[in-house]
């Protein structure tokens, strides 16, 4: 059983340029969302869906992208990137949205670096 | 408006000793509320959750944490510390109706546990 996979693991960007994170779970969840976390700052929501065709906007949004065509992936799209992007990326999944008070699974994380 | 704070950003304590990690809230409703524990280059993993049951929540590896709702508390123990234990600790509160995240969360700052030898 994989969970939650994010690849890639690190990426080193040029500011300006596009690429995609992406998350894939295999447990069947509703909820799937992307979270940044920056050192002292804990972890920042900024998309999330609670279904295939459904998302919405999280705290920090900015800059990003998200689709859901199915259950399993929720790819982020980082459109132009920014020094400021700089951090590393969870995604997590739930079998009901977080206010059911369901677990989060978590992904091991993306470092990415924007030069 | 929902808040969590984490009242020491790193705690070191000695392999043997007993854990503290202090967590306080702030929700207008009844929250539940979650500590995540992330080891180095991983991802978060849930340690413990309390949803309105008793007060009192065991968790994974030993760890406890109490429920207080008159000192809007809840802290994180461990009678004696492992070297294993060494992450960084998250207190989250998820409260749909008190303005945390838009998906219900807020997540603390994280406090670093040393575990010295």
């Known amino acids: 059983n994989a969970g939650v996979t994010q690849t890639p693991k690190f990426q080193v960007l040029k500011t300006g340029q596009s690429m995609t994170l992406q998350c894939a779970q295999d447990m069947n969840h509703e909820y799937m969302s992307w979270y940044r976390q920056d050192p002292g700052m804990g972890l920042r929501l900024i998309h999330y869906?609670?279904?295939?065709?459904?998302?919405d906007q999280g705290e920090v949004p900015n800059g990003y992208n998200v689709s859901r065509s199915t259950t399993e992936d929720f790819p982020l799209r980082l459109l132009s990137a920014a020094p400021s992007q700089t951090s590393v990326y969870f995604c997590?999944?739930?079998?009901?949205?977080?206010?059911?008070?369901?677990?989060?699974?978590f992904g091991e994380g993306s470092r990415l670096t924007v030069l | 408006a929902q808040s969590v704070t984490q009242l020491d950003s790193h705690v070191s304590v000695s392999e043997g000793t007993p854990v503290l990690l202090r967590c306080n809230y702030s929700s207008s409703y009844s929250p539940s509320l979650f500590w995540y524990v992330q080891h180095p280059n991983k991802g978060l993993q849930l340690l413990l959750k309390y949803t309105s049951a008793a007060t009192l929540v065991k968790g994974i590896n030993g760890f406890e944490a109490e429920f207080k709702k008159s000192e809007t508390s809840f802290h994180l123990t461990k009678p004696s510390a492992h070297m294993s234990d060494a992450a960084e600790y998250f207190c989250v509160v998820s409260d749909r109706y008190s303005g945390g995240g838009a998906d219900g969360l807020t997540f603390g700052k994280g406090t670093h546990l040393i575990i010295q030898p």
């Open positions: 869906s609670v279904g295939a065709g459904i998302t």
């Open positions: 997590a999944s739930s079998y009901r949205g977080t206010w059911d008070t369901g677990e989060l699974f």
